[in-house]
């Protein structure tokens, strides 16, 4: 399984940033998939997952209410969109896959992509 993460940037507090994810060598449509960020100096934290058929979405506190995942089977993509952020969403974030569905991807996900990195200035 292959993860390519892409649209992060420089924005500032209170301005929306859209990642995306795009997902290779696997049916997509089988696997949950996720975000994770790690902020410098921190441990990598989970953000958001959605599960295969979008059924169960899940998101970390920190980003509920502002962060939105979504997918697209046909497309193979995952997307989040962040919107009010804020300097403490400044970290390199990271896309995720799991056959085992969504929680199973919050706990410990099977393949990692590169991470996108967003800076959020105040």
């Known amino acids: 399984v292959q993860l390519q993460a892409s649209g992060g940037g420089l924005v500032q507090a209170g301005g929306s940033l859209r990642l995306s994810c795009a997902a290779s060598g696997c049916t997509f449509s089988s696997y949950a998939l996720g975000w994770f960020r790690q902020a410098p100096g921190k441990e990598r934290e989970f953000v958001s997952a959605i599960s295969w058929g979008g059924g169960t979405i899940l998101y970390a506190d920190s980003v509920k209410g502002r962060f939105t995942i979504s997918r697209d089977n046909a497309k193979n993509t995952v997307t989040l969109q962040m919107n009010s952020l804020k300097p403490e969403d400044t970290a390199v974030y990271y896309c995720?896959?799991?056959?085992?569905?969504?929680?199973?991807?919050?706990?410990?996900?099977?393949?990692w992509g590169q991470g996108t990195l967003v800076t959020v200035s105040s």
């Open positions: 995720a896959a799991d056959v085992s569905g969504a929680r199973n991807l919050r706990d410990r996900p099977a393949y």
